[in-house]
């Protein structure tokens, strides 16, 4: 799943390819088309008319990213884009040059751009939500989402909510994937920077330290940095808009091993429905 620092890179990469061009179609799979007459909304979750009637002929302005979310500025209104576990985007002339045979195959939004350029959008699980809105004001999970991790308050944000009653209590390893402690950290990251910080994932946040959470917080905001840089991380289908891949997961050390970099076993649990790959003998309980 593209997490903060493979949502910046997409928007990284894409920002070039499309500012200052202007929406003249969008066509949809048909698989998308069914799905909506089914009432399932399957990617796209506005109502189809509408999200096309408010996306022709606007041009986009700019390409920004809050946590997961990355969201086109329109000249008016917004695109918003989750990507959910296997959401992509690229800029092509033609559709053969998306040369990953399963992007290629599970392209389900088709924007027409001025430039005679295809702006496509291919998801292969197809978890991924696209809408349009008028006002990001009106977009309810972003008021959810903590401040994002590289701003001034987010460390102020991060300790207050491990300290409140509500999450005191609760796994570190979840509070990691709550957007609304922290925002942009996934699976991955959450996994990484628990081996580093030597945290057991089970350990709830009441025990640990005023220390150890500020620790945990500079660090995975570090991790997450040091990731953009890498281009993140390429796990199964994640790419960026041109095709390449990210180069994080080759400094991966817990998330997907099965031995930890000292050589004992790594083991499982199960915390929120997610996978927490985590070394018993390098985080004590
Ligand atoms: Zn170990």
């Avoid at 992007?103 to 005679?116: A, C, E, P, V």
């Avoid at 300290?163 to 709550?178: G, N, P, T, V």
């Avoid at 057991?200 to 025990?207: D, R, T, V, W, Y």
Wanted: net charge positive; hydrophobic share 35%.
């Amino acid at each position: 799943m593209p997490e903060l620092p493979e949502v910046e890179n997409i928007k990284i990469g894409l920002k070039p390819n499309v500012v200052g061009k202007r929406i003249l179609d969008v066509k949809f799979s048909e698989l998308v088309i069914n799905s909506h007459l089914a009432a399932r909304y399957a990617l796209v979750k506005s109502k189809l008319k509408y999200f096309k009637e408010n996306i022709i002929d606007k041009k986009i302005l700019s390409l920004e990213r809050r946590g997961k979310y990355l969201y086109f500025i329109l000249d008016k209104g917004y695109m918003i884009t989750h990507f959910g576990m296997t959401g992509a985007y690229f800029v092509v002339n033609s559709i053969d040059e998306i040369k990953n045979k399963n992007y290629n195959k599970h392209r389900h939004l088709i924007f027409k751009l001025d430039s005679g350029e295809l702006l496509v959008y291919s998801d292969i699980r197809r978890f991924g939500e696209l809408r349009f809105v008028d006002n990001i004001e009106e977009f309810k999970p972003f008021n959810n989402l903590a401040p994002e991790p590289f701003s001034e308050h987010a460390l102020d944000h991060f300790m207050e909510k491990l300290d409140s009653k509500r999450y005191c209590m609760q796994k570190i390893k979840a509070l990691l994937l709550e957007g609304s402690v922290f925002c942009g950290c996934g699976n991955i990251y959450a996994c990484e920077i628990l081996y580093q910080e030597k945290i057991h994932p089970e350990k709830l946040a009441c025990e640990l330290s005023h220390e150890e959470k500020v620790r945990l917080f500079k660090s995975l905001v570090k991790m997450l940095e040091f990731s953009i840089e890498q281009g993140g991380s390429t796990i199964s289908d994640y790419v960026h808009s041109d095709g390449s891949e990210g180069n994080m997961q080759n400094f991966h050390k817990i998330y997907g091993k099965k031995v930890c970099p000292l050589g004992h076993t790594v083991e499982n649990l199960i915390i929120k429905t997610r996978s927490s790959h985590y070394c018993p003998q390098c985080q004590k309980k």
